[in-house]
């Protein structure tokens, strides 16, 4: 048996989970923690790492080595995405955790991040065609996905934690501001030609501004228990949810149920890019997945295994 660890560094939280697999090439997870370190806070246009963020991710990453370091026949794979990928400073960083933890982060492109996410939704979910959308702190990975294989793939710089300080959607959010943000959101969904093939899909939806929205709808059903795994939602009740965040300000949205008071900044950001898909396909389904980066980068592990 092998132990498998994975740690995920994403723009506003760093995840880790912890897999057994056996010689035959079953696996289960065994352990799962995350911390919201966010550590594309503050990068703004410069697109610089800042000090306080690059600490308070290397605390939760020394925090997580804890938790495996004393595995037997463990293989730690370490990947980041967005801010790092994007960062003037990565260099600075990578060579920072190297340091203090003799990790090898691993900058995955965006291409290859979007493709992980696909390994991971399509072995377990049940759908030929659907569009993946992956909304993280720094971008969105989207995957139009056609008899069950990736025909077009794209990661563009929109996400959670950037619009939301780009456009000043944390507190209570203007008309003007949300018109411009939803406007950047357009500009770039346009530019992107195979998405009129996907007007007739089902929507899968990843990363945790889209998980959050699934708990907040749970919770709103008083339906919060077990995973979020193949739930679904219809545009009208995303549409509904999306209306009730704008009429909040800051501190009443930390009040939502099922909405972590430590999102409650970029949950509007974070919602920006459904809502936009929605309004450009006339489906109407929405789809959540818990399957995802981490779930493809399994999945590729154990071929590359079977392979040897």
Not at 38 to 52: A, F, H, T
Not at 62 to 77: A, D, I, M, Q, T
Not at 173 to 189: G, I, P, S
Not at 192 to 205: S, T
């Amino acid at each position: 048996m092998k132990n498998l660890a994975i740690v995920d560094l994403g723009s506003n939280s760093v995840r880790m989970a912890i897999t057994e697999i056996q010689t035959d090439g079953s696996f289960r997870e065994v352990k799962r923690v995350k911390e919201d370190s966010r550590i594309s806070e503050g990068m703004g246009r410069e697109k610089v790492l800042q000090p306080l963020a690059m600490d308070r991710t290397i605390a939760a990453l020394k925090r997580f080595k804890k938790l495996y370091e004393g595995l037997p026949n463990l293989n730690v794979k370490a990947i980041t995405t967005a801010a790092v990928r994007q960062a003037k400073n990565q260099k600075e960083f990578l060579q920072r955790v190297k340091q203090e933890l003799g990790l090898d982060l691993q900058v995955l492109t965006g291409t290859k991040e979007a493709y992980y996410d696909y390994l991971g939704v399509i072995r377990s979910l049940d759908l030929d065609h659907c569009l993946i959308l992956d909304t993280g702190g720094a971008s969105c990975e989207i995957i139009l996905v056609q008899h069950k294989k990736a025909r077009n793939l794209i990661s563009i710089p929109i996400g959670a934690v950037n619009m939301s300080e780009q456009f000043h959607l944390g507190g209570y959010v203007k008309a003007v501001d949300l018109f411009k943000a939803q406007m950047a959101v357009n500009e770039r969904l346009n530019k992107i030609p195979w998405l009129r093939y996907a007007e007739h899909v089902p929507i899968v939806l990843l990363g945790g501004a889209n998980r959050t929205l699934a708990r907040m709808s749970r919770n709103y059903r008083h339906n919060a228990r077990g995973s979020i795994h193949g739930y679904h939602l219809s545009a009208r009740a995303v549409f509904a949810t999306f209306r009730e965040l704008l009429s909040r300000n800051l501190v009443q949205r930390k009040k939502i149920s099922g909405l972590e008071p430590e999102r409650a900044d970029i949950i509007v950001g974070g919602m920006l890019p459904l809502v936009a898909l929605l309004q450009k396909t006339d489906d109407g389904r929405v789809v959540f997945s818990e399957s995802g980066v981490r779930e493809g980068i399994i999945a590729e592990y154990v071929q590359q295994r079977n392979k040897q």
